[in-house]
């Protein structure tokens, strides 16, 4: 029997998929969680109500978290990821040759757990157990108080910043990132819509640009997120993503990300500009 | 007393925003009509059931349907709107100084009345009777069969290929635009989106390669319309925008719109590349 789920993307706004199964729906330590199979873009990970990732979809999102980032970096070998528990994002950065250590430190157990048995083409790297990638089921915020010039690549996957993803969002959290990583690092991490949330956009952009160098601002297309429009923040130490030019072969294919996506992310509409620059 | 008015984007997805007024709700000669006050969009035109624009994110889709060909275009002198019948494209058109001519031809007179009620902001150069617009209530298709080597740059701001739109979606109808066109010129269309409607982006993508000299894809971020992934189909005779430089000021602002934008929206994710081009 068919049914709907909906997630309010905002108090006026409503995105709904038609399921056709219910594969899980409990509450864990941490967050109410759905896993239900929709007919639009297959199995969907639903967190507090929020659409997550699907199967049809998720390249985009794991795709461009991951690759802009990695193929920023001229060699990036160690590589921490905060969330992600659906392993997306540590499937991406295995495939990169150089990349020789992948951290993923995942507060939410529940969610590895769910991903491997019901979304196993995303959480394909857990799975197989890639040699390359080690899984700690923690506190990603005490995990990066703690690092010390250690990684190439930091890439922040959280959820909302409502939640267990809300100390992700702090001035505290982006200096101690800045610490975790090496003298030429850098770090992601997904900020949500600039059109719908622009106040989080700008409160990020404002810390990580006090904390880093360089702040930069990158779009992809996730068609299960408010307005399809999503945004991710970059801080980076030495490399600037607005002045890159190619300097290793990507030896893997993809499905969104390519060498003209790389720099065309960055190409922000005047109305995102407005409000970032205008300090 | 608040209510929602629901688009189903595909027969699996909705898309539903809460509204606190109807302004209008009736049948034209071609289709159903409404005008509702949304508390997310502002102002949203509804044409059989389908979100057309809103006041509050219009500006993107005007925007990028005018200015990328526009400024692609060294003199644009001559253009020609087929329907855009809220007058959103019309009123970024007459903003460029070279453009002594706009035309716009609209098969639903209900349409450019109401959003010159309810859409002001949007039908700004037909309320104020812009000295360079003319604007026709008739059948494009027809006009645009009699037309010949006349315009320099023609846009195609139509609504879905179903309804009074069909016909804006052929073989026939793209020989005509090319003959329309004089010999430098170039067009546009709105083309849906390229993850759900990947059969009408393919078709006519096909269609425009065989009738002009090159068919390129761009896209850019609609809110309202489904997966927020929204592109448009290009068909040129001389110039082409994945070579483009800028040969002219821009002596306007814009929200969306700006000279990097013009050539990052030609960069495509690879699924869309590998269904477009591989024939």
Known sequence: MSQWITENQSAHLRLSAEVDKVLFSGESQFQKIEVAHSLEYG????????????EKEEFVYHEMMSHVPLFLHPNPKNVLIIGGGDGGVARECVRHDCVEKVTMVEIDGKVVELAKQYLPTIADAMIRQDPKLTVKIGDGIG???????????IIVDCSDPIGPGEGLFTKEFYANVHKALKAD????QQTESPVMHKPLVEKVFGYVRDQFAMARLYTAYIPIYPTGMHCFTMGTKTYDPLTFVPNRERTFTTKYYNEKIQTAAFALPNFVKEYLLKK
Chains 1, 2 share one sequence.
């Open 143 to 153: 995990f990066m108080a703690q690092a010390d010039n250690e990684y190439d690549v």
């Open 185 to 188: 690092g850098l770090f992601v």
């Open 43 to 54: 199995n969907m990970l639903v967190l507090d109500g929020v659409f997550q990732t699907s």
